[in-house]
T-cell receptor
Framework: DQQVKQNSPSLSVQEGRISILNCDYT??????FLWYKKYPAEGPTFLIS?????DKNEDGRFTVFLNKSAKHLSLHIVPSQPGDSAVYFC??????????????FGRGTQLTVWP | DVKVTQSSRYLVKRTGEKVFLECVQD?????MFWYRQDPGLGLRLIYF???????EKGDIPEGYSVSREKKERFSLILESASTNQTSMYLC?????????????FGDGTRLSIL
């Protein structure tokens, strides 16, 4: 059973507008959340993360929001650019202080930004 | 910057062959991971290792084994390759000393089993 879910397999957004990618999780022990971006024929690249002690984290055009009560996080990209077109994976890990660092991934959302 | 290097970008093998996928990281990371990525299924964890000679099964270990003889190198072995193991294989590493650290990925090996 998937513990991290990305229910939208694809999202299409016009250049300059906001892209919102959503992610839900079921395990209340998760306390660290990440977003990765993946281009075809390349490995995933770490984009941004958030700890469960925060509800928002920003890095340039990228902002991640965490709603712990709803077990939901989202990634906002503003403004969206054609180079942002990629598959975005949401991931989570549990156990603050854990040394194993195992991540649980969603199935990904293909973002397409058109001019 | 962390560098995770996978030995091959593309590999074609035959059914029944024993296949070795190699991964090397240059940051002295204790934790290393092997995933496969398939369309619509995301990244699925095959095996991971938190120290030399230590290994843990992930979610889909059947048909695979791993070897971690040196800290920097983590090998994935397909004991007898089958066509359903055609996939993109991704290696990652991460330091253990901080609880909140991202995994860093290699560029992947696109493996085709004929």
């Amino acid at each position: 059973d998937q513990q991290v879910k990305q229910n939208s397999p694809s999202l299409s957004v016009q250049e300059g507008r906001i892209s919102i990618l959503n992610c839900d999780y079921t395990n209340s022990m998760f306390d660290y959340f990440l977003w990765y971006k993946k281009y075809p024929a390349e490995g995933p690249t770490f984009l941004i993360s958030i700890s469960s002690i925060k509800d928002k984290n920003e890095d340039g055009r990228f902002t991640v929001f965490l709603n712990k009560s709803a077990k939901h996080l989202s990634l906002h990209i503003v403004p969206s650019q054609p180079g942002d077109s990629a598959v975005y994976f949401c991931a989570a890990s549990e156990g603050r202080g854990s040394t194993l660092g195992r991540l649980y991934f969603g199935r990904g959302t293909q973002l397409t930004v058109w001019p | 910057d962390v560098k995770v290097t996978q030995s091959s970008r593309y590999l074609v093998k035959r059914t029944g062959e024993k296949v070795f996928l190699e991964c090397v990281q240059d940051m002295d990371h204790e934790n290393m991971f092997w995933y496969r990525q398939d369309p619509g299924l995301g990244l699925r964890l095959i095996y991971f290792s938190y120290d030399v000679k230590m290994k843990e099964k992930g979610d889909i270990p059947e048909g695979y084994s791993v070897s971690r003889e040196k800290k920097e190198r983590f090998s994935l072995i397909l004991e007898s390759a089958s066509t359903n193991q055609t996939s993109m294989y991704l290696c990652a590493s991460r330091p253990p000393w901080a609880s909140n650290q991202p995994q860093h990925f290699g560029d992947g090996t696109r493996l085709s089993i004929l």
